[in-house]
């Protein structure tokens, strides 16, 4: 069964900009959380869909959203960029029910200059 | 608010020594708890988990017990390797939260030597 997988791997982007991510889950999950992870802070979940549905949400600001379609497919949009954004952002995708495991992709690496 | 803490690294060790790495939480409810490791370039992969109280999970020579009564989650491996080296995450999903959130210590660097 395939992994997920993350597209672009890497990103270069200048403040004020915008930037979309894109995420596909393993086969069967209906579930797909965000999280970025930075040096200094760690990783910090930045919000969950399920079914087309944002379940969870993380402590980030509104220029920081996402959506799932209908074949559980993610993406998290970025908006007005800040040279803070600059991270790793992972997905990872589950069944989505209690305790079951989230399985993680490769990363985007974004570079805000 | 949960939070999850573990010790600081690095953490530096000869081949074959044994490793512990101390994970404790702080939950409102009954979570359930995780170890993950990342290697260089690479996300993050599932080494363990455990969503009960006294459950052991293990996986690959680590093993980490659930102690309600600590609220801990140590990992501990009897003998490392060097393909050991890598960022280890500690982790916990709080049962109200449907998964799909989880919160995760610092992180601990290994560093096993020949």
């Known amino acids: 069964k395939a992994g997920v997988t993350q597209t672009p791997r890497y990103l270069i982007k200048t403040r004020g900009q915008q930037v979309t991510l894109s995420c596909s889950p393993i086969?069967?999950?209906?579930?797909v959380s965000w999280y970025q992870q930075t040096p200094g802070q760690g990783l910090q979940f930045l919000f969950e869909?399920?079914?087309?549905?944002?379940?969870n949400k993380g402590n980030f600001p509104g220029r920081f959203s996402g959506r799932q379609f209908s074949n559980s497919r993610s993406e998290m949009n970025v908006s007005t960029l800040e040279l803070g954004d600059s991270a790793l952002y992972l997905c990872?995708?589950?069944?989505?029910?209690?305790?079951?495991?989230?399985?993680f992709g490769p990363g985007t690496r974004l570079t805000v200059l | 608010g949960d939070s999850v803490t573990q010790m600081e690294g690095p953490v530096t060790l000869s081949e074959e020594a044994f490793l512990t790495i101390n994970c404790t939480y702080t939950?409102?409810?009954?979570?359930?708890l995780f170890w993950y490791v990342q290697y260089p370039g690479e996300g993050l992969q599932l080494l363990l988990k455990?969503?009960?109280?006294?459950d052991k999970g293990s996986n690959k020579g680590f093993e980490a017990t659930y102690r309600k009564e600590t609220t801990s989650f140590h990992l501990e491996k009897g003998s490392v390797q060097v393909s050991d080296s890598a960022v280890y995450f500690c982790?916990?999903?709080?049962?109200?939260?449907?998964?799909?959130?989880?919160?995760f210590g610092q992180g601990t660097e290994l560093s096993v030597k020949p």
């Open positions: 990872a995708s589950s069944l989505g029910g209690e305790a079951d495991t989230q399985y």
């Open positions: 086969s069967g999950h209906r579930s």
């Open positions: 869909y399920f079914s087309e549905t944002q379940r």
């Open positions: 939950a409102t409810g009954y979570p359930s």
């Open positions: 455990a969503t009960k109280a006294d």
């Open positions: 982790a916990l999903s709080d049962r109200g939260n449907q998964g799909g959130k989880l919160i």
